[in-house]
């Protein structure tokens, strides 16, 4: 991961190939977000490194014949980055260069502000479609960010997005022809807050978003266990190993 700063930090997601969010990634980003609130940036801005990948969601090896503790921890870690990042009282936004499915559109839709590059990319929580259920706060933030109905039908079918149908539906902001493009309006929309209190506009965003970050603070445990009993069940290791099987034989085409 990298940050340059010139008071907005700009986030740049650097695990390739395909910035697949592992334990090691999800706690540099947690460490990242820490540093971001500490540094009092005028706000955040992430993206990443990969030229056609914003972020495949969560790597699918961290669910894989896992290791007992190791996932608990795995996905307490995307908890807290969920809560680090939703619940951020800086100013955050995203530079979507590239496709961003499942965890991919979690970290979007946690964001204020999205702007994604213009091509043949593709955004959404497809869980769905794999046959695994979005957990409860996935599904609040894109509820978050589109239509209600809009998202229960999305949800049920595991829509992934075009760039065209994300900006109709306003899962996206804006589009961009290129990455510096996409920053630079990120980076415009962080500076519309240049003249307003940050203490005012972080404790209203907050509360804007409180309902939502508390029903995870308050079902945590509920949470982790929810997703431990279905991880080692032997029906969902199967399709793992199927679903990898599948993504190996692509990539090898
Ligand atoms: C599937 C999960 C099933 C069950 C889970 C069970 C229980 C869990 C319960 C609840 C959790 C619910 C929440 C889930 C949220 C998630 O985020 S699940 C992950 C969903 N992600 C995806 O489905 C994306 C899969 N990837 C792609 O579609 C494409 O890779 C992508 C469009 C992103 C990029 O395409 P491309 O540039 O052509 O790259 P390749 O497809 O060739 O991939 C390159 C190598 O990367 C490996 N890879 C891709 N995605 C992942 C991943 N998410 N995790 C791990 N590894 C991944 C791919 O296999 C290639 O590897 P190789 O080069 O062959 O070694």
Redesign the pocket.
Known sequence: MAVDNDGIAVVTLQRP??N??NLDLLQAMNNTFDDVAKNKSKGMILTSASP??FS??????E?YKPDPKRVETFWVTLQDMWLKLFGASFPTAAAING?A????C?IATSCEYRVMLSGKF?IGL??TA??????TW?QDSLRHTIPTRQAEIALTTGKMFTVDEALKVGLIDETAADKAEAIEKCKKFIKRFDKIPSLARGMTKQIFRQEVLKKLLTNRQADTKQ?LD??NQPK?QQ??EL??AM??Q???K
Request: aromatic share 8%; no cysteine.
């Open positions: 190939p395909v697949s969010l056609t990948v495949a969601g969560l790597d699918i090896m669910m496709h499915p499942a965890g991919g979690l593709t497809n869980e794999l046959g695994i259920v979005a957990p996935f997703f279905l991880v969902v399709s793992l679903y990898l993504l190996k692509k990539s090898q």
